[in-house]
């Protein structure tokens, strides 16, 4: 049963994480008073990049072919072991707790990295440095958070934290976890590209992830455009079922019960898209350093969320 979940739970996020990327999309069109494509034109584009040759620059090595479909790889095995739609492991659950978790994010954004300088493209290579600046900065706030989500449950394991959080109204009330979520939020926004620095189109002023992508063309984008809206749905999962709505998740196996939280789950990413649009379309882009001033922020509600915790103890 464990593995006919994990094949269901994979299919679910694999079909749905273009969607919420269209939805996104439309969301912010609508706000500006556009028309705006289709909530389901990411999958026309995905559909339209498989059908593609792919190029290849003369002066890449291996590397640059084979990356986007290790990191791809990497999404697919978080997706067996993050809590999506149920609050019990699966059948891959206990290979790995946050931290490991983390660890295989930041493994995938890596690869991506060493790929994008292995095109040996100026522009490229310019998103590499911004995406590994912000990493630099983002992912000790992620450890920081991580261990105050381990103090309150006393375990790294992203299920029993749900657990603790869904039973717990005490420690769902407290200053400290809602510091830490406050927290995550805004590193959410630098995971998934919301900062309010960066910009979606390919403008050299702002760009970041997509200079890293500017190389590949055809399957090889297809993989990669689709392992970054896998990591986005991810990454919007763990913060709904673990960190700020962690309830309605079944805790046992049942399977009407799964499929009823499947639907719950897509109304609470629908409403976390509004939330994004809205955020990114109401808030000035800033320039390019008050990147630092962002995330000091950032690691200052982690902080708070740590001090809360042994003063109200």
Do not use: C
């Not at 059908?51 to 072919?65: H, T």
């Not at 292995?118 to 522009?123: G, H, I, K, Q």
């Not at 900065?137 to 603790?164: A, C, D, K, R, W």
């Not at 995550?184 to 760009?207: C, R, W, Y």
């Amino acid at each position: 049963m464990l593995v006919l979940l994990s094949i269901i739970q994979l299919f679910y996020v694999l079909t749905l994480a273009p969607l919420i990327v269209g939805i996104i999309s439309r969301l912010e069109e609508k706000i500006e008073s556009k028309e705006g494509p289709s909530i389901f034109q990411p999958y026309r584009d995905l559909i339209k990049l498989f059908r593609k040759e792919n190029v290849v620059p003369e002066q890449s090595s291996p590397i640059f072919r084979i990356g986007p479909y290790i990191s791809f790889a990497l999404y697919m095995l978080l997706t067996l072991v993050l809590p999506i739609i149920t609050a019990f492991p699966l059948q891959f659950g206990p290979v790995v707790d946050f931290i490991g978790g983390g660890l295989v994010f930041g493994a995938a954004g890596t690869i991506k990295k060493i790929t994008s300088l292995d095109s040996r493209n100026n522009y490229s290579h310019l998103g590499t440095s911004r995406s590994a600046s912000m990493s630099a900065l983002s992912e000790p706030i992620t450890v920081l958070i991580f261990i105050m989500l381990g103090v309150i449950s006393q375990t790294n394991n992203p299920y029993v934290i749900n657990n603790v959080l869904q039973t717990s109204t005490s420690w769902y009330l407290s200053l400290t976890h809602w510091f830490v979520a406050a927290a995550f939020f805004m590193v959410l926004l630098i995971e998934t590209g919301k900062l309010p620095i960066e910009s979606h189109s390919n403008a050299e002023l702002g760009a970041i992830d997509q200079s890293m992508e500017m190389e590949y063309s055809g399957t090889d984008l297809a993989f990669f455009r689709w392992g970054s809206y896998v990591k986005q749905f991810l990454l919007m999962s763990v913060f709904l079922n673990v960190y700020t709505i962690p309830f309605w998740i079944p805790m046992k196996m049942n399977f009407e019960f799964i499929f009823i939280y499947m639907g719950i789950q897509l109304l609470k990413l629908i409403g976390l898209s509004i939330v994004f649009a809205f955020f990114e379309e109401s808030v000035s882009k800033f320039r390019l350093f008050k990147n630092f001033d962002y995330i000091s922020i950032a690691f200052s509600l982690a902080f708070l969320s740590f001090l809360a915790f042994y003063v109200s103890r």
